[in-house]
Every structure is written in structure tokens, then in C-alpha cells.
């Protein structure tokens, strides 16, 4: 992957909560994991998208989605570019 996403991205899933990543409180980020199906096509592949300050900007499939079971096609891993 082309970023520092974390291993199991659904074991981190916080809802709404904002995840300060500094020890100071400087440079605060909100970082969000939202649970969601691909729109494109009628498989309904489950994925997570990661929303950086209000901006999504990665998909990762769901490894517990039992219709993809961790995959997705090239469509399913740019949603984030879509949506
Ligand atoms: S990831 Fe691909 S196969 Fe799955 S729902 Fe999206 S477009 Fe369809």
C-alpha cells in the first residue's frame, strides 16, 4: 500500500472520534475508518474508506465482508477517487 494504513483497518474502526496523533496537541488530525459497500456495481463488495480532515483518500476492502473476503477489483480500490 502506498500509505501507513493500519494492518487490520476494521479492528481500528473509532466511529467519529478524531485520533489526535501528536503528544502535544499540535498539528491535530481527524482521521476517520468508515465502514461502507462499493456503489459501482450489484456485487456489493464491502470496504473501508479513510477520511483524512473531512477528505477521503483511500479505499480498503473488507476483510470481514463475506462477498469479497478481503478483495477488490481495480473499480472497488478507487471508490475514494469517485465518491
Ligand atoms: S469492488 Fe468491484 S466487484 Fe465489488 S462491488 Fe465494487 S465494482 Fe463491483
Known amino acids: 500500500?502506498?500509505?501507513n494504513a493500519?494492518?487490520?483497518?476494521?479492528?481500528g474502526i473509532v466511529?467519529?472520534?478524531?485520533?489526535?496523533?501528536?503528544?502535544?496537541?499540535e498539528n491535530r488530525m481527524d482521521y476517520r475508518?468508515?465502514?461502507?459497500?462499493?456503489?459501482?456495481?450489484?456485487?456489493?463488495?464491502?470496504?473501508?474508506l479513510e477520511v483524512l480532515d473531512g477528505r477521503i483518500v483511500c479505499t480498503l476492502p473488507s476483510k470481514t465482508s463475506p462477498t469479497?473476503?478481503?478483495k477488490l477489483c481495480i473499480k472497488?480500490?478507487?471508490?475514494?477517487?469517485?465518491?
Open 1 to 3: 500500500m502506498a500509505h
Open 6 to 11: 493500519p494492518a487490520d483497518p476494521e479492528a
Open 68 to 70: 469479497n473476503q478481503g
Open 76 to 83: 472497488g480500490w478507487n471508490v475514494h477517487e469517485f465518491v
Open 33 to 48: 475508518s468508515i465502514v461502507t459497500t462499493c456503489p459501482y456495481c450489484a456485487c456489493g463488495c464491502g470496504l473501508v
Open 15 to 25: 466511529g467519529n472520534q478524531s485520533t489526535d496523533f501528536s503528544s502535544r496537541g
